[in-house]
């Protein structure tokens, strides 16, 4: 079992700058595959970011390719997500998510989810 806690969130100006980190309990960190995840008021969660178990290939939604990065640090069990030039369409709770069979790529296949944090980017 995985628990996931994340952190970073808060409010920026567009254009600026935030880093997320997620925090991951247990031994088997590695055997996961990690994403994130985000889910703004009245819409459905949505896929940001991926990253493999062992910290290749990331993948991005085209709604935040190249302004956003993923990363993960297995031997701190960590996973970060680098957001930069945020628009007020960012707005939202994100959300960390751990898939122990497939690529944290789709809602309804995600194991475990953090509780998620806010971010707000004001116009």
């Known amino acids: 079992q995985v628990q996931l806690v994340e952190s970073g969130g808060g409010l920026v100006q567009a254009g600026g700058s935030l880093r997320l980190s997620c925090a991951a309990s247990?031994?088997?960190?590695?055997?996961?595959?990690m994403g994130w995840f985000r889910q703004a008021p009245g819409k459905e969660r949505e896929f940001v970011a991926r990253?493999?178990?062992?910290?290749?290939?990331?993948y991005y939604a085209d709604s935040v390719k190249g302004r956003f990065t993923i990363s993960r640090d297995n031997a701190k069990n960590t996973v970060s997500l680098e957001m930069n030039s945020l628009k007020p369409e960012d707005t939202a709770v994100y959300y960390c998510?751990?898939?122990?069979?497939?690529?944290?790529?789709?809602?309804?296949?995600?194991?475990?989810w953090g509780p998620g944090t806010q971010v707000t980017v004001s116009s």
């Open positions: 990253i493999s178990r062992s910290g290749g290939n990331p």
């Open positions: 247990g031994r088997t960190f590695s055997s996961y595959a």
């Open positions: 998510a751990a898939d122990q069979r497939g690529p944290a790529q789709s809602v309804g296949a995600v194991d475990y």
